[in-house]
Structures are given as structure tokens and as C-alpha cells.
């Protein structure tokens, strides 16, 4: 592979790769630390890019693996950061009110969010957050195109229903 293929194709998608990271492993330092990972793994792994239809596809499958293998290890604890990416930035003009109100809002999906199974938080990021098909998905995670449509079925049907019961009854 050239520098070219590598700046054009490779490089762009590095956002991609650290807000994939960051979902998975919860720490800005950690998914800095995968996303340079890959970058470097992918630059080594020149040969192989003449074969590939979805660079993208196989570089997030390179980012959720190496986040996998981070999280697999037993010194690796979930940060808290987790709970801070879901604020809105301050906005002067708008009401406080308004700001405090939808800074809830947006606390309650993430806890929905983040009470998911890592199957399905990952199928509902990688769809709803970063926009990729159902077959990018599929390639990325090396599961079925179904798999991937009945798990985001109950991704979002499950936090749904935990944002209706909070809205109705408090729970």
C-alpha cells in the first residue's frame, strides 16, 4: 500500500476509530493509546490492504479487537469518563432551564444505554452513532447481517422501554 491509499483511505476514519474505542473501553487515554494502536498495526499490514473490499470495516474490526483484548486484561478498570462523554456543551444563550432538562434527558439514554449487553451497546453505536450499514456491522463484529438486525431490534426496543418506565413510573 502507498502513502496515498493510506492518507486517503486509512487516515480519515480515524475519528471513527476513537469514538468506537472510547464507547468500548470508556477512557480517553486508553482509546487514544487503540486508535494509535491500529493506525500502526494497519501501516504494518500493508500487503493485506490490496485484498480488502471495506478498509474501514476491517480497520473498526482491528479497533474492537485490540479494545477487547484491553478490556479482557485484569488490570484494566472501566473509567467514569463514560458518564461525562454524554454532556451537552454550554451554550450561553440558552435557558438553564432548558440546559439542566435536556442534560438529563441525555444522562437517562446513556444509563439505558449503558445497562445494554456489549453486543448490543456496540450494534447501537456502531448503527445509531456512526452511521454503518448493517453489512459494515456484520464485517466489523464477524457475525451474521440478521444477527445484526434482531440485536438492534432489542438494543433499541430495550431502551426504549427503560426511558418509557422512567418517564411513567420513576423506575
Not at 77 to 94: K, W
Not at 148 to 157: P, S
Request: proline share 2%.
Amino acid at each position: 500500500m502507498s502513502l496515498d491509499r493510506y492518507l486517503t483511505q486509512v487516515v480519515p476514519v480515524r475519528q471513527k476509530l476513537y469514538r468506537f474505542a472510547f464507547r468500548l473501553l470508556g477512557n480517553e487515554e486508553d482509546a487514544q493509546d487503540i486508535t494509535q494502536d491500529v493506525l500502526m498495526k494497519v501501516w504494518g499490514m500493508q500487503d493485506k490492504m490490496t485484498e480488502l473490499q471495506n478498509m474501514e470495516a476491517w480497520c473498526m474490526r482491528i479497533t474492537r479487537n485490540l479494545a477487547l483484548d484491553k478490556l479482557k486484561s485484569k488490570k484494566y478498570r472501566i473509567a467514569d469518563e463514560l458518564d461525562r462523554a454524554g454532556e451537552l456543551p454550554e451554550v450561553s444563550q440558552q435557558n438553564p432551564h432548558m440546559m439542566m432538562e435536556q442534560q438529563d434527558v441525555m444522562k437517562k439514554v446513556h444509563r439505558a444505554i449503558n445497562s445494554l449487553p456489549e453486543k448490543h451497546r456496540t450494534i447501537l453505536q456502531l448503527r445509531d452513532i456512526d452511521g454503518h450499514s448493517y453489512q459494515e456491522i456484520a464485517d466489523i463484529l464477524e457475525i451474521d447481517m440478521n444477527e445484526v438486525k434482531v440485536n438492534l431490534h432489542r438494543a433499541r426496543k430495550t431502551v426504549r422501554e427503560k426511558l418509557q418506565n422512567q418517564q411513567v413510573y420513576g423506575l
